[in-house]
């Protein structure tokens, strides 16, 4: 019966494609000077919690929260400066990441484009001003 209302998450693979996509992620977090200061120095956990994520997010089932309880994407952010920049660095691991597990159209401009809004919900902080002119 659910076979006419297919998600994004079956649609490019499932539970594997964004274990795929997550690793491809975390890979390129791990070594992005913007992102190293926020993240932690083992990404082990932090990439569980965004498979769960985004498997509930892209229409799997609700991994996240059913562990977690509601995602509170910006309050569960609030502790961490996440300025433009970062916001961008972000962006552009996950779409490198999408390329590298090869997300085909249209799902590729559809999660980039839900992944935009929300990573710009995320921002907090402004850029730091220090060698600014004022």
Same mark, same amino acid.
């Given at each position: 019966?659910?076979?006419?209302?297919?998600?994004?998450?079956?649609?490019?693979?499932?539970?594997?494609?964004?274990?795929?996509?997550?690793?491809?992620?975390?890979?390129?977090?791990?070594?992005? =000077?913007?992102?190293?200061?926020?993240?932690?120095?083992?990404?082990?956990?932090?990439?569980?919690?965004?498979?769960?994520?985004?498997?509930?997010?892209?229409?799997? &089932? &609700?991994?996240?929260?059913?562990?977690?309880?509601? =995602?509170?994407?910006?309050?569960? !952010?609030? =502790?961490?400066?996440?300025?433009?920049?970062?916001?961008?660095?972000?962006?552009?691991?996950?779409?490198?990441?999408?390329?590298?597990?090869?997300?085909?159209?249209?799902?590729?401009?559809?999660?980039?484009?839900?992944?935009?809004?929300?990573?710009? !919900?995320?921002?907090?902080? &402004?850029?730091?001003?220090?060698?600014?002119?004022?």
């Amino acid at each position: 019966m659910n076979e006419n209302r297919a998600t994004v998450y079956d649609a490019i693979g499932g539970r594997e494609t964004v274990h795929q996509l997550v690793q491809a992620f975390y890979k390129r977090v791990g070594q992005h =000077p913007d992102l190293i200061p926020i993240f932690p120095d083992d990404l082990t956990e932090t990439a569980r919690k965004q498979e769960q994520f985004l498997s509930q997010f892209l229409g799997g &089932p &609700p991994y996240y929260t059913e562990e977690h309880g509601h =995602p509170m994407l910006r309050a569960r !952010h609030l =502790p961490f400066e996440i300025t433009p920049s970062r916001k961008d660095a972000w962006l552009a691991c996950m779409q490198e990441a999408l390329r590298e597990v090869n997300i085909e159209e249209p799902y590729y401009s559809a999660i980039l484009e839900r992944l935009t809004h929300t990573a710009h !919900h995320m921002m907090n902080t &402004p850029e730091d001003r220090k060698g600014e002119s004022t």
